[in-house]
């Protein structure tokens, strides 16, 4: 349990001006500087808060990292957004969410960081993902994001990437216009919103009744949210064939010939 926690949020009282200079400017829509866990799945000692082993109800403040290991969770952000985290992952809580490893699925106003680029949300639920080496992943489930740099948020020729969309292999020192916008396939779009972000949960995130409407409208028909995934078609078994005459080998004599 943290019971430093209330000393620690009163030193990043103090110390808020300082921390808002520090990380990057993210338009206010989304600003973020508490992260409430409200629901864990897996091991209860596998969710931490700045290297602290976290609890339900336990919060992080600004500048804080959240992590998981052998557990998944869902966080509240103070913005109304939420948020689930996957085994494996790191976010810290700052005015974006900043994902260095794993992957964050966040419903609501809560823009993102990951991998030197900035996300401007619009209603929007949507999934960054980041490997081992930093390189990240974002898909968008339902409504908008724009992806600028994190040193330039507000630029003017920022992407728009929508429902059905993603970009992938985003690392530092991209430049948005080697940046190639791809679609996602019926089975791709199925395979998240029947994964580990979606899975086991209590509460759902909010609007992920429209994810449902959404993936309808791209793909005519989808699987339920939550739901087990889809099994792949079965190879059927291939058709018995009748038997054939078998031939007399080379040299056999045949009945009546000799």
């Known amino acids: 349990m943290r019971s430093s926690l209330k000393q620690i949020k009163s030193g990043f009282s103090s110390l808020g001006v300082a921390f808002t200079i ?78 260095q490893q794993g992957a964050l699925v966040a419903s609501g106003p809560a823009n993102g960081c990951l991998s030197g680029f900035a996300v401007g949300v619009q209603g929007t639920i949507y999934l960054m993902s980041a490997d081992e080496d930093g390189i990240g992943t974002i898909n968008v489930l339902e409504g908008q994001i724009q992806l600028a740099l994190q040193d330039n948020p507000d630029d003017p020729n920022a992407l728009v990437i929508s429902a059905g969309q993603r970009v992938a292999r985003l690392t530092q020192g991209l430049a948005l216009a080697d940046i190639t916008i791809e679609q996602l396939t019926k089975e791709e779009y199925e ?10 949960y209590q509460n759902p995130l909010p609007d992920q009744d429209k994810i449902d409407e959404i993936c309808k409208r791209l793909y005519q028909n989808c699987v339920a949210v939550g739901s087990e995934p889809p099994q792949p078609p079965q190879p059927q078994p291939p058709k018995p064939q009748p038997p054939q005459p078998s031939e007399p080998p080379n040299g056999t004599p045949v009945r009546g010939l000799w």
């Open 22 to 99: 520090a990380l990057t400017a993210i338009p206010a829509i989304a600003q973020i500087d508490l992260a409430i866990v409200t629901e864990i799945l897996g091991d209860n000692n596998e969710v931490f808060i700045e290297n602290q082993v976290a609890q339900e109800s336990d919060d992080a403040a600004l500048g804080e990292e959240v992590r998981t290991e052998q557990a998944r969770a869902q966080l509240d952000f103070n913005t109304g957004a939420s948020g689930r985290m996957t085994e494996n992952s790191s976010i810290v809580v700052g005015q974006c969410i900043e994902v």
């Open 191 to 200: 395979a998240i919103i029947t994964g580990p972000l979606f899975r086991g």
